[in-house]
Nanobody
Framework: QVQLVESGGGLVQAGGSLRLSCATS????????MGWFRQAIGKEREFVAA????????YYADSVKGRFTISRDNAQNTVYLQMNSLKPEDTAVYYC??????????????????WGQGTQVTVSS
């Protein structure tokens, strides 16, 4: 069992930065791929970024590539999402997710078997 708790969301002006954290509990963090998704009002939940168990490979949605960075600290059982050059269209609830599956696309929600409750990010223009 893995529990995920996001933090770090808030209100920021366009062009600003935020760093989201996802603290995990349970022994499986080191064997779990981790991802961030987001859901804006009236829209489907969409992939933002993911990182493999070792941290050696990362994946990004085209809309955030070059602005967001995902990282993980396996000693602290925490995954981070550094968000720079934020835009109003980045406004959404951001969810942390963990996958213990060994196959499947990191871009797909179906791969992830554990989810956090989400943290709100609001970017004002």
């Amino acid at each position: 069992q893995v529990q995920l708790v996001e933090s770090g969301g808030g209100l920021v002006q366009a062009g600003g930065s935020l760093r989201l954290s996802c603290a995990t509990s349970g022994r499986t963090f080191g064997s779990a791929g981790m991802g961030w998704f987001r859901q804006a009002i009236g829209k489907e939940r969409e992939f933002v970024a993911a990182i493999t168990r070792s941290g050696g490979t990362t994946y990004y949605a085209d809309s955030v590539k070059g602005r967001f960075t995902i990282s993980r600290d396996n000693a602290q059982n925490t995954v981070y999402l550094q968000m720079n050059s934020l835009k109003p269209e980045d406004t959404a609830v951001y969810y942390c997710a963990a996958t213990t599956y060994l196959s499947g696309s990191y871009y797909s929600r179906r791969r992830y078997d554990y989810w956090g409750q989400g943290t709100q990010v609001t970017v004002s223009s």
